[in-house]
C-alpha cells in the first residue's frame, strides 16, 4: 500500500482537500493517505520548503510527498516527480523543489499535462495520483514521464554573514505564535567560533544566551533556542 503525505495552502474552509484524497483513492482505493498541513500561508514558497524539507525526513523510504503549493504561478505544462534521498517528491514546476531540498535531486521527471486538458487543482492531482500507481505497479521511473527535463529552480532563502554578524529572515511562525528563522544550529556555531553572541530583534530586544526549552525562562519571558529540525526560534515562555 503505497504511503503518500499531502501539503498544501488550499485551507480547510471548503470541499477541496476532500477533494484531493477523493481523486487519489479513485486511483487507488488503497492509497494510505497521511496530511502534513494545509493551512500553509497561502504562495509562501519559503514556508511551504521549510514544512516539508523537515517532515519528509521522518517519513519511510519511498514515501510519495505531494506537495500542493501555489500551483499555478504560471501556466502549468507539466507536473514535476523527483526521486532523492530514498524519498519522492511531487510539485508544481514554480522552483519549490530546489528549495525543499536545497540542492540537486538524484533524479526529476517531468510529468507532461494535457494541453486540452482544464488544469485545475484536481486534474493536476490526478495526473500525480496516475504516476504514483505506476510506479507502485513495477513501472520504472524513468518510463513515466520525461526523464532530466528541465525545470525551474529557486536559490533557498539563505542567512546573510558579515565577520562579526549573522542576519536571518523569518521563515514561519507556528501555532504557538513562535518565530522560526532561516539559521541552522549548525551555521549559528560556525560564525560564532565560541564567542559570546547577542541575538537583536524587534527594535532592539536582545537575548544573549540559547535555552534548551521553554522552562529555561520564567513564564512570559522570551527566549531563542533551536527546535526540532535544529533552526533557531526565538519564542515567550506560554506567551
Not at 500551483?71 to 530546489?98: R, T, V
Not at 556555531?189 to 525562562?217: L, P
Amino acid at each position: 500500500m503505497p504511503l503518500l503525505t499531502l501539503t498544501s495552502d488550499i485551507g480547510q474552509q471548503d470541499y477541496l482537500v476532500g477533494a484531493v484524497k477523493g481523486q487519489l483513492l479513485q486511483v487507488n482505493a488503497n492509497f494510505t493517505l497521511v496530511d502534513i498541513s494545509h493551512r500553509l500561508a497561502p504562495f509562501n514558497i519559503s514556508q511551504a520548503a521549510y514544512v516539508c524539507r523537515n517532515a519528509i525526513k521522518n517519513f519511510p523510504p519511498f514515501t510519495f510527498h505531494l506537495v500542493l503549493v501555489n500551483l499555478f504561478e504560471q501556466k502549468p505544462e507539466q507536473m514535476l516527480l523527483s526521486y532523492h534521498k530514498q524519498q519522492y517528491i511531487l510539485c508544481a514546476d514554480n522552483g519549490l523543489l530546489s528549495m525543499i531540498l536545497e540542492e540537486d535531486p538524484e533524479m526529476v521527471i517531468g510529468l507532461p499535462l494535457d494541453k486540452t486538458a482544464i488544469k485545475n487543482t484536481l486534474y493536476c492531482v490526478e495526473v500525480m495520483g496516475r504516476a504514483i500507481q505506476q510506479l507502485s505497479s513495477g513501472t520504472r521511473l524513468t518510463d513515466i514521464g520525461n526523464p532530466d527535463c528541465q525545470y525551474m529552480k529557486r536559490t533557498p532563502l539563505r542567512p546573510l554573514l558579515g565577520e562579526n554578524w549573522l542576519e536571518g529572515q523569518i521563515l514561519f511562525i507556528d501555532h504557538f505564535e513562535n518565530v522560526v528563522v532561516n539559521i541552522t544550529h549548525e551555521q549559528f556555531e560556525a560564525q560564532r567560533k565560541g564567542r559570546s553572541f547577542n541575538i537583536i530583534f524587534k527594535r532592539d530586544e536582545v537575548i544573549s544566551a540559547i535555552s534548551e526549552t521553554y522552562a529555561n525562562v520564567k513564564e512570559g519571558e522570551k527566549l531563542a533556542l533551536f527546535n526540532a529540525a535544529g533552526y533557531l526560534e526565538i519564542a515567550i515562555n506560554k506567551g
